[in-house]
């Protein structure tokens, strides 16, 4: 009976797989695909890579160009998120000081606020210190997120204080403890915060296309997105462009799949 109910979860776990896995594949294969060849099944060799050549070599796409404004500002949003956020979390975790529980309380209430309720209010704000159509306005208000402080600091809750106070007793302070002691730590932590960071900074749309209107400084998938009504026709120059935005994703997701699951089945389960 033990075989067969792994049988039939493995089944089920295959079936998922490939309902989700479908999309993708459709998606990649067309993006090889000669217009005249799109949406047909045809051999390997009348696959190309015209599409993607076309994207990088005319001058009309300005893909590279996009593809570099969209990793500068995904890599600094993560830079960012791998110093507030831990330090945060740690505060919050392990230090005593006055309000702490009311700034815990706020950012457990920022959590549950979509950021669509906020767009128009922070739009004000960049405008009036002059950061709209800037890398600025695309990364310092996202230097942190609530959601990674507070994932964190569930994490750091299960550190023994202990281990903190031995780091004392050997001459480091607080800022030493911390950096040398507790952030190696949650690496697990970090590196699924990383995932989450980079999957939702790099296929970001709405804040993008609503701080940017020069082209020259729009990020992939808003450059894209601009596209897509003068080559609708186009459908294997779309789906390799849908290929360009993701690939990066998985990969990063792939070199990183076992730290990520280790940091979800660890952190949040205590405090």
Known sequence: MKLIRRAIAYAVLWLLAAAFATPFIYTLYNSFMP???ANKLVGMKEWTLEHYATFFTNEAYNVPLWFWNTLVMTGIIMLGNWIVNPM??????????RGKKLVLWMVMATMMVPYHMILIPVYVNMAQIGW??????LTVPFLYQCLYIFMLRQFYLGIPNELIEASRIDGLNKIGGFWRIVFPLAKSSLITMSILT???????????????SSPEKYVLVVGLNSLKDAAFEKTSLIMAGVVLSTVPILLFFFFFQKQYIEGVSTSGIKG
Do not use: Q
């Open 35 to 37: 217009l005249k060849y």
């Open 88 to 97: 945060a979390a740690y505060a919050l975790a392990k230090l005593n000081f």
């Open 132 to 137: 709209l159509n800037t890398f600025a306005g």
């Open 198 to 212: 980079f999957a939702g900074t790099w296929n970001s749309y709405l804040v993008p296309s609503t701080f940017v």
